[in-house]
Each structure stands twice: as structure tokens, then as C-alpha cells.
């Protein structure tokens, strides 16, 4: 089982440290590669670069909470977990849809 895991490219674990303004202020976030790119795959997906996504998160959590997160990149990585188990949960449930769907054809065939 572990191998799963071992296995992994260690490009993946390797961390980068990114410089990000945020309301004219630059701060610099260290994440592990692999971060760094879910970050980015949700940004496209908002039609954000990285860094306008790293900040809009700030913005909302800000707005939400009315602080600052002690730690702005356990947050990120929280937040890459959280989209990636989304992501799963709906993957699971198109394919169980879909399954559900071929199974009325073939019955009803």
C-alpha cells in the first residue's frame, strides 16, 4: 500500500516559495509543487491566474472571518484538499449516475 505513496515524484513534495501582493503588500508562500499545482488548476477553472486566486481566497476569508489566517499556507493546502475531495465526491457520483443509467437501458432492452 505504501508504495502508492512512496512512489511519488519527488518534483511533487519538492517546496517553492511564491511572492504574492496582496493589497500592495508582498508576501511570500512556500507550498510543495504539488500545491502549487491543484492551486493552479482551480484558478483556470476561475478564469484567475494563481496569485489573483491566492488572493481572492484572502479577500473571502477575511470578509468571512474579519482576520487573517495565522497560517496563509496551511489554509492553501487546506483548501487544495478540500477542492480535490469535492472533486472526487462528484466524479463518484456521475459514475454511479451513469452506472444507474446503463443498467435501466439494459433492463428495459
Excluded at 26 to 34: A, D, F, G, K, Q
Aim: aromatic residues 8%.
Amino acid at each position: 500500500m505504501c508504495r502508492v505513496y512512496i512512489n511519488a515524484d519527488p518534483i511533487l513534495y519538492e517546496s517553492r516559495t511564491r511572492s504574492l501582493r496582496i493589497h500592495g503588500v508582498i508576501t511570500t508562500v512556500r507550498l510543495e509543487n504539488l500545491f502549487w499545482d491543484v492551486l493552479h488548476e482551480i484558478a483556470g477553472r476561475e478564469n484567475l491566474t494563481t496569485s489573483q486566486f491566492a488572493v481572492k481566497l484572502y479577500d473571502e476569508l477575511i470578509a468571512l472571518r474579519g482576520e487573517a489566517p495565522t497560517n496563509f499556507a496551511s489554509f492553501l493546502r487546506v483548501c487544495c484538499l478540500r477542492y480535490l475531495s469535492m472533486r472526487e465526491a462528484k466524479q463518484a457520483a456521475e459514475g454511479e449516475a451513469a452506472g444507474a443509467v446503463a443498467l435501466r437501458v439494459l433492463k428495459a432492452g
